[in-house]
């Protein structure tokens, strides 16, 4: 039981009284938490409390029926219900974790945790997370429609909260001892920059300046071109450009401004990214376009995405929600289905800054100097006194480095330029697209979507598919935003941006099938200049290989290349690997994993050593081969996968391979095999400690709770494949959030699954309830309700009336 597991973890020494009503630094006092009367034990209730709640300010009562999944289907008389009901039934089953993940965004970390967390808040408030929060709600409240669907999301969430007391709390309030807030607009605008910065790309202008500094402009092309040699892209090759009126920014002269830091903030996880894909009628056994997505993104619980059915009797649509934000976010409806995966686009860029003195107040911009605004950020400190953090904005944006924050002199910053600053209204493009029963509907939706930049799948029951690449793009000359920009020089502004009807797109191709995986958008055809940041090259020419491979697909097919462990990756570097290596320098130990890893078939399952030894000895080689990339003094990224194999395998001789610190010049074959030896060690003493070196519990896959040191909250060892860089791209604590597959016939057919459960609340059946099938590559049915139908008698129904 739960709760046993719970108390264990919990339950303290002898001085259990004192301990459990004392606050130790930022732990809080247990004494509550375990109270019989208001503590964890009050939360081990039903999901589904009672069959008629209230809910002020409903037009009419709202039917929401709850499935074995606790999956809810909610049946509205208007839009305007259907998101106020929404918001409280969210809030109903994930109040912390929405709020929790606002309050992440804003930087007020340290209400909760204390000077801890205070590091951390200063990066969200000078990555300008709240300022960009508040440009995106100045233009959704030009949009009254969504402004009052936003209001009337907020009004229930709110009405939710006033039910609660101190003994209905949910438990990590209880725990960290504090209570909700109001639900604001605001909030909903801030989880949205949650995302936006979560799937903002690699950012490596500081690293690129300094390897260009390092090592040179022929062997930084070298080591990171615009292409890769091999590229599938997003849109095929058989897409033309020719129509189109182009104008290209040129560089400027001095396009290049080296500068140089020793350590930058952290980025986004660089495995955020995604699989989606769409067959069109030929190509399908039914003769029904079938469509599929699975977000690459942290495992946690709870998860990230949260099921609903929510109709009216004009819209019916289903599919994953992000708790805090309004209708469904990836999902289909009566005529369409869409997906997206992270399009990993460059937008944004860094500019050095000249101000005229220490006081910041003015910095040069060509022949002038122009003001700064002050923002002055208050961050509250719990158990300690406030911290303000004097943040500069430019009309770039925020000066997020300076001398106070990870800078070098006084007299100069850094100031962000991102267009997760512009204000979008993506919230508008989400309601469009639960709304939409067309590709022209769905192509208008994406208009208002600015960032981050997205491949949005699309499929339609009328047969069409389509991919568009969205986001608001800058149209920059070749090379700019790669390296460090000049800020006082004003020929290094971004120029404009793409028109929007230039983002790459491709609607029915001849092909029959569309797809990404986070691969480049393009191949060189297309007119406008696309970086390279570290695209895809592995999972993307998967899939298109397997849908190239035969000539109709299934759902059955979709299922299992959501669950395909090929490791393409070792398939091309691995036997380059064993024809380099020298046998006769290895022991009995070793010479068992060498032959081991030599039978492979490359597939990374669960049951097979195989991946481990490859695993472990790619990783300890790449390491060898970029040691000249640990640098202390200055922040520096390695190459990516794909260039790593290049090199290894086109140039084993350069003089990259050889390890700085030893006397003798190494070469890849060296590199083989002293990465080898090592490799063996690694995995003869984890075999010693843990019994086998099998790839399931080698990789040992978890999902975490969102507060990572609660074990008891979380669920580890789970015994599923793949891994970063295959279609099952699931690693320790990353991989498929949601997998989706829609089957658009008369009447749409769905399947879907994630690693988590519905509910919130640790001590319920519906925490994590799914992640056993999720693991298993197993589906749940999503059982498209139609309007107004009768329960089933496997379903609970609650009825939302007003006063």
Do not use: C
């Not at 949650?194 to 202008?205: E, P």
């Not at 397997?546 to 070792?570: C, G, I, Q, T, W």
């Not at 190459?639 to 290894?648: R, S």
């Amino acid at each position: 039981m739960k709760y046993i597991k719970i108390f264990l973890l919990l339950a303290v020494n002898a001085a259990l009284f004192y301990g459990l009503n004392t606050r130790f630094g930022s732990t809080p006092a247990l004494g509550k938490f375990l109270s019989p009367n208001q503590g964890i034990w009050q939360n081990e209730t039903s999901d589904v409390e009672a069959n008629t709640l209230q809910l002020e300010g409903l037009s009419a009562p709202v039917t929401v029926h709850y499935d074995d999944y606790l999956i809810p289907h909610v049946f509205a008389a208007n839009k305007t219900d259907l998101y106020k009901a929404q918001g409280y039934i969210t809030a109903q089953h994930r109040l912390w974790q929405m709020e929790f993940q606002t309050m992440a965004s804003a930087g007020r970390l340290s209400e909760i945790f204390g000077e801890a967390a205070l590091e951390y808040d200063r990066r969200q408030r000078r990555k300008g997370m709240g300022f960009g929060a508040e440009n995106a709600l100045k233009t959704m409240a030009s949009d009254t429609e969504t402004m009052g669907y936003l209001e009337a999301y907020k009004e229930g969430v709110n009405a939710y909260i006033a039910t609660l007391d101190e003994a209905s709390l949910p438990v990590e309030y209880k725990m960290l001892g504090y209570a909700p807030e109001p639900w604001t607009l605001k909030k909903t605008a801030l989880l949205l920059m949650y995302m936006t910065d979560m799937l903002a790309g690699r950012d490596s202008d500081f690293e690129y300046t300094n390897a260009l500094s390092l090592f040179g402009k022929e062997r930084f092309n070298m080591l990171f071109p615009d292409y890769f040699d091999r590229v599938d892209p997003v849109i095929p090759s058989e897409r033309e450009w020719d129509d189109w009126l182009v104008s290209i920014p040129e560089a400027p002269a001095d396009s290049l401004h080296l500068d140089q830091l020793a350590a930058t903030i952290e980025r986004p996880h660089p495995d955020n990214g995604s699989n989606n894909w769409a067959v069109g009628p030929q190509k399908s056994v039914s003769g029904n376009p079938i469509l599929a997505n699975d977000p690459h993104l942290g495992l946690n619980l709870p998860s990230i995405w949260y099921v609903m059915q929510l109709a009216t009797p004009e819209q019916n649509t289903f599919g994953a929600t992000l708790p805090g934000a309004v209708g469904i976010v990836i999902g289909f409806n009566e005529d369409i289905a869409w997906g997206v995966t992270n399009a990993t686009r460059d937008v944004r860029d860094w500019y050095k800054i000249s101000f005229k003195d220490d006081t910041k107040k003015e910095y040069r911009y060509g022949d002038t100097w122009k003001p700064t605004t002050l923002r002055e950020e208050y961050i509250e400190v719990r158990n300690g006194e406030t911290f303000i953090d004097s943040v500069y904005y430019t009309h770039y944006g925020p000066v997020t480095y300076d001398e106070t924050f990870k800078g070098n002199r006084g007299a100069q910053g850094y100031a962000m330029k991102w267009t997760g600053h512009l204000g979008g209204n993506n919230q508008r493009t989400l309601l469009e697209l639960n709304a939409a029963r067309n590709y022209d509907e769905y192509a208008a939706a994406l208009k208002h979507f600015l960032a981050p930049a997205q491949n949005f799948v699309f499929a339609s029951k009328t047969g069409d598919i389509a991919l568009w690449i969205q986001g608001k793009f800058p149209n920059k000359w070749k090379g700019q935003g790669k390296f460090l920009l000049d800020g006082s020089n004003p020929d290094h502004e971004w120029q404009g941006y793409i028109p929007q009807k230039h983002n790459a797109h491709i609607k029915n191709p001849e092909r029959g099938f569309v797809s990404s995986a986070n691969q480049h958008p393009t191949d060189q055809t297309y007119p406008y200049y696309v970086f390279n940041d570290g695209y895809d090259t592995y999972r993307s020419r998967v899939i298109n290989n397997f849908f190239r491979s035969k000539e109709k697909f299934d759902v059955a097919d979709f299922k299992s290349l959501h669950n395909n462990n090929y490791n393409l990756m070792a398939a091309e570097l691995l036997p380059v690997m064993l024809d380099s290596m020298d046998t006769e320098t290895l022991t009995a130990d070793e010479m068992e994993l060498f032959n081991e890893v030599r039978a492979w078939d490359h597939y990374n399952d669960i049951d097979k050593a195989a991946p481990s030894i490859f695993e472990t000895w790619k990783d300890i080689l790449k390491d060898m081969l970029w040691d000249e990339f640990e640098n202390e003094d200055l922040a520096l990224d390695k190459p990516f996968n794909y260039q790593t194999v290049y090199m290894l395998t086109h140039y084993p001789n350069d003089p990259f391979m050889d390890i700085t610190a030893t006397e003798e010049t190494e070469t890849a074959k060296d590199l083989f095999l002293k990465s080898f030896k090592q490799a063996a060690t690694t995995l003869i003493s984890w075999k010693e400690r843990n019994g086998n070196y099998q790839w399931g519990d080698y990789k040992a896959t978890y999902v975490g709770h969102l507060l990572q040191d609660l074990p008891a909250f979380s669920r580890f060892k789970l015994p599923i494949g793949g891994n970063s860089g295959i279609v099952n791209a699931t690693s320790e604590d990353h991989g498929p959030s949601w997998r989706m597959i829609v089957e658009l016939g008369e009447t749409p057919k769905a399947l879907g699954i994630y690693p988590g459960g519905q509910s919130g609340n640790p001590g319920s059946k519906h925490y994590d309830d799914m992640i056993d099938k999720w693991a298993a590559g197993e589906y749940i049915e999503l059982d498209f309700m139609p309007f107004g139908a009768a329960p089933k008698a496997m379903m609970t129904t609650q009825t939302l009336n007003s006063k």
